[in-house]
């Protein structure tokens, strides 16, 4: 059950452990996978004033509108790219992961067999690095109202259990796994075979370990697009893994109805408007699952549960007119997961993953520890 603090005395404990914990982050160890893109940043073009100026297109409705009246014709559209960036849900929870502090390996499809520039910056933060493959690439389209992602996947198809053990090294992947308080296989949805990869982590690797608490986090990335049995044996996969670590399972609010919905659990169509409906979601696939934790995060706040009968929800300091959207969740994530492995409570982690998400959209940046509790200690509130 939540307890009876407020708001602004979770961020100020909240802040104070994130300060305290600053120095001794290096010592904490991250190995996280195995996806990766490049990612353009895009605003679509409603009306071009000069060479240099113009009105962009500022909802997806509006978007939505203009492709349907060009329904039995045709219709241009100008994409004006603001910035070209490291994507994937991956790297960019391991790059806010790194940018806190923590030791990071990472392992994913980063360009083959030279790492692509866009990760370079990236590499030199990191610990250690090791490609598989050539990234998939994204166009997000953005808009005030949500993002579109276009992408182009076919080099995903590389990122498999063979090549993991050809170009990585089974020796390799497992002291990488057995160093880490933390692991992260995410990106479910667009990697084809991450179901067959987790199976063999649990069945090659996982029993090597050294004794020690570690969690496994693992994301979907928006499954719409894969069958209902495929996603039911996935999780049904993560509930195996459970009795080998402790798995961490981060939805943002359509991926948590639609894995609801999938185990028969009912979520009400208005479920947008009521964080409590977020919270109680949250249970109830936690329970269904028989994981460790659940957490979902809308874009206005987030939600958990966690096996020892803990549950809580947690105002984000939601802006309207945000630097960048894209990434903003794996930032989310980042920042929980990081809560979860610095033994901070259910609230303090939720308000550290608001935090670390609601930071990045305001600057386009990635928090170091330091900047990240002087920002959580006076965390914005919401904007209507």
């Known amino acids: 059950m939540p307890s009876s603090a407020t708001r602004q005395e979770i961020c100020r404990s909240t802040s104070r452990k994130l300060a305290d914990a600053a120095p001794r982050m290096k010592s904490m160890k991250a190995t996280i996978g195995v996806d990766g893109f490049v990612d353009e940043i895009i605003a679509v073009v409603d009306k071009r004033i000069d060479s240099e100026r113009y009105e962009r297109l500022k909802t997806i409705d509006a978007f939505g509108k203009k492709i349907l009246a060009s329904a039995g014709q045709s219709n241009n559209f100008e994409l004006v790219v603001k910035q ?22 990472y392992m994913g499809c980063l360009g083959f067999p030279t790492i692509h520039p866009v990760f370079q910056e990236f590499a030199d933060r990191a610990e250690k690095v090791i490609s598989v493959a050539e990234p998939g690439h994204t166009d997000a389209l953005e808009f005030e109202d949500g993002k579109l992602m276009l992408g182009k996947h076919g080099s995903l198809r ?42 063999k982590l649990s069945a090659q690797v996982f ?80 329970a269904k699952l028989n994981l460790a934790c659940v957490v979902v995060h809308p874009r206005r706040g987030a939600a958990a549960a966690t096996s020892d009968g803990q549950s809580d929800k947690f105002d984000g300091p939601f802006v309207n007119d945000p630097k960048i959207s894209t990434g903003a969740g794996d930032h989310f994530n980042a920042g929980f997961c990081l809560g979860r492995v610095l033994g901070f409570s259910l609230e303090e982690s939720l308000c550290t993953g608001v935090g670390t998400s609601g930071y990045y959209v305001r600057t386009a940046e990635s928090p170091s520890a330091a900047k990240l509790a002087e920002f959580v200690g006076n965390l914005p509130d919401p904007e209507t």
């Open 84 to 105: 070209m960036k490291l994507g994937g849900n991956g790297p960019i929870m391991a790059n806010a992961l790194a940018a806190a502090g923590m030791g990071i390996t």
């Open 207 to 286: 029993p090597k370990l050294s004794t020690k608490q570690r969690y496994f986090f693992a994301d979907l990335c928006d499954p719409e697009k894969r069958t209902p049995e495929d996603l039911r044996a996935a999780m049904s996969q993560l509930t195996k893994m459970q009795g080998q670590m402790d798995v961490i399972l981060g939805l943002n609010l359509k991926e948590s109805t639609q894995v609801a919905r999938v185990h028969g659990i009912e979520v009400p169509e208005d479920h947008k408007r009521a964080t409590e409906v977020i919270e109680d979601t949250a249970r109830a696939i936690r």
């Open 158 to 199: 590389e990122v498999n259990w063979p090549n993991l053990i050809d170009r990585v090294g089974l020796d390799t992947l497992t002291r990488a796994i057995d160093q880490a308080t933390l692991v992260g296989m995410v990106n479910w949805t667009m990697l084809p075979f991450l179901s067959d990869i987790w199976s």
